[in-house]
């Protein structure tokens, strides 16, 4: 299977994006957390067979979200990473929805398991087919 995945590089990109247009502490990156963060989506896939998408996006979006490693917006940055994701690998979410960010602050205090996560997005794209 021919996942694309997250260069740190590019998460730190759209975290400036979102700091740069949305309120938000600006400072600086921990680089080491967030490629840790990343690494924890990498090793699901290589170790633990992990290999459906929406399943990967959540994990991207709680591993963010958790890290801290970046100055604000981590659960945000999360977010758009996860929608990122499923874009370039040809699951376009398209519907902007206040769902997610509920969703996602229910992700990182465990009111929602990743897999319960990843269900929503996938709910999501099968209802914008």
Do not use: W
């Not at 924890?40 to 991207?60: H, S, W």
Request: with cysteine; charged share 25%.
């Amino acid at each position: 299977m021919n996942i694309i995945c997250f260069p740190f590089e590019r998460v730190i990109e759209i975290n400036n994006i979102i700091l740069s247009t949305e309120p938000g502490y600006k400072g600086e990156v921990d680089v080491a957390k967030l490629q840790g963060a990343l690494g924890r989506v990498d090793n699901a896939i290589v170790y633990q067979g992990l290999d459906d998408i929406f399943e990967i996006a959540a994990k991207y979006t709680v591993s963010i979200a958790i890290s801290h490693a970046l100055p604000d917006a981590n659960k945000r940055t999360g977010l758009a990473v996860a929608l990122e994701f499923l874009s370039l690998n040809d699951y376009e979410l398209t519907t902007d929805n206040e769902l997610f960010a509920e969703a996602v602050r229910d992700l990182v205090i465990d009111e929602l398991t990743e897999l319960e996560f990843a269900d929503l997005l996938y709910s999501q794209y099968i209802s914008e087919q």
